[in-house]
Every structure is written in C-alpha cells, then in structure tokens.
C-alpha cells in the first residue's frame, strides 16, 4: 500500500514546507512542521511493524469523518477539516483501486457541498457511508461559520437533498440537535438531542436511524450516561472521534474513527487507513491522565 517513493515525497514535503517558514522567520510554522514531520516518521515505524508482525488484519474495520468537501480557500479553513474536491476524488479513486472493502466513510454536520462535491461520486465508487447530520444545521438554527474565515457561509442541506441521499442508499445518521456538547447538558437536554434528533430524522426521510455521532466525539464528549440514552433511543451504534480501529468485539456505542484533515496528502491518507496514526490519541490520553493525577 506504502512504497518508499511516496515517503520521499511525503518527507520533502514537510521538510520543504519548514525551510519555507525559517526563510520568512515564522518560528511556530518551523515548529509545527517538525512536530508534523516527526508524528509522521513516528507512525511510518508504527506501519512498518504492524506489517512486519501482524500483516493486514482483515477484522480491522476503519471508519473515516469527513466534514466539509468543497474548493475554498486553505486560509479560510481554520480548524483544516475542508478537504479539496481534487484530493478527495483521489481518496476515493485509492480506496476504490486497493479494493479495501473493510471501511465505512462518514461525513459529520450536514454540508450542503456533500450533496454537489461527493454525494455522486460516491455511489459511482460503491462505498459504505453514513451521513450525520445536526438537525437544528439542516434548519436553520444555527451555523458553523466560526470554523471557517472570510465568512464562507458553507449551507446546510436541505431536507428534500437529505431524502434524496437517504434514498440512494447511504445511510442519514443523528449528530445530535445543536451539536453542543452532550457532557456539559444535564440529563433532560442530553435525552433530548439524542432521542428527539432521531424522530425528526426519521419523519422527514421515512426510513429508521441507525446510528448516532456524538458532537466532537472527544472523551471529554461522552460518557458512559450517554452511551446508555443512544441504545434506550434504539440506535445500533454511535460513533467518537477517536482513533483506531474498530472490531467485533468493540464498544458498538463508541466506535473509534479516524479523522481526515485537508493537509493529509496522499502518503498520509493511506497510512491512516493503515492504521500508522491510531497511537496518536493513546499518547494524548495517557499525557492527560498523568497531568491529571
């Protein structure tokens, strides 16, 4: 799947993008560079070995979030979760070509650019995906402009272009109500987004939702309070933003995902497919348990 020449191309890139930023003397574009570059050395030994001693896991499913698929501006992009329509095409043409049959796209929030950028493109690939949408976003309610500058104003769909996807096949799953964090919400309001975002879906497609993303999805956005709301509501699974794979024997109401930012070029995609990023979060988390303690 990973072959040296696309690490060379992989390691210049980094390296190329830091001699940019020492050159203009922006210091914090130099050092986040070099923490891109380690992280991605890091986990090619991570890949290396997984190949070495376990080989391909075919019980390993990987589930990837996406958000926003549309041609803006990368400075408009500030959190970096817009992916380029050309990149992604090339996402799904690899995915497609490798014949990897044990992965699920997911699209969180409810872009209207999921419907014109990847909604086609998609069926004609043939690949598993759920859409999560925040129902007060389809709405109207709310937006998520602060995610993006210049006041991009990404839409919601609609409703009827939500009918329209559920009907081709894809699955419309629940991203809660207002996408608020369902932790700091107290019993009655955490009950609510999780149940009533079910129904309204399901009245306005006509067909039954599955499954459940929780907003941000970091542990810090769910509990095990929570956890039991989406199997009393009668979702089968929900999902958290964290990374790693799932298996059989997984959590079916915390089910990891790994993310998909618009700087992961192509050496980098495949190795998070790969799983080479998934000790990312487990040192994160351990950091904050001993910060904790």
């Not at 210091?27 to 376990?54: E, H």
Request: aromatic content about 14%; charged content about 25%.
């Amino acid at each position: 799947m990973l072959f040296c020449p696309a690490f060379e191309r992989l390691f210049f890139w980094c390296a190329s993008g830091g001699l940019c930023a020492e050159r203009r003397g922006n210091t914090g574009a130099l050092n986040k560079n070099m923490i891109t570059l380690m992280k991605d050395f890091i986990s090619l030994g991570f890949y290396a070995c997984s190949r070495v001693f376990q080989g391909a896991n075919p019980d390993n499913e990987a589930v990837l979030v996406y958000h926003s698929i549309s041609d803006m501006k990368p400075r408009d992009d500030l959190y970096k979760i817009n992916i380029q329509t050309q990149l992604f095409a090339r996402h799904l043409e690899f995915i497609s070509k490798a014949k990897i049959t044990n992965l699920i796209l997911t699209f969180d929030d409810g872009f209207e650019n999921f419907f014109s950028n990847a909604f086609r493109a998609i069926l004609r690939y043939n690949i598993k995906t759920v859409l999560f949408i925040s129902t007060d976003f389809i709405e109207g309610k709310f937006s998520f402009d602060h995610l993006f500058g210049n006041n991009c104003g990404l839409k919601p769909l609609s409703w009827q272009q939500v009918k329209e996807i559920a009907d081709s096949g894809i699955e419309i799953g629940s991203h809660a109500i207002s996408h608020r964090n369902l932790t700091s919400m107290d019993i009655k309001g955490a009950h609510r987004e999780i149940s009533e975002s079910k129904k309204i879906i399901e009245d306005k497609i006509g067909r039954a939702v599955k499954y459940f993303a929780y907003p941000y999805g970091s542990r810090a956005a769910f509990d095990d309070r929570l956890k039991q709301m989406a199997m009393a509501a009668g979702y089968k699974k929900a999902y958290v933003n964290i990374m790693g794979f799932n298996r059989r024997d997984s959590d079916q109401y915390a089910l990891r995902r790994i993310r998909i930012y618009a700087d992961d070029i192509m050496p980098r995609f495949k190795m998070k497919i790969a799983g080479a990023y998934n000790w990312i979060d487990r040192i994160n988390n351990f950091r904050k348990q001993k910060s904790n303690a």
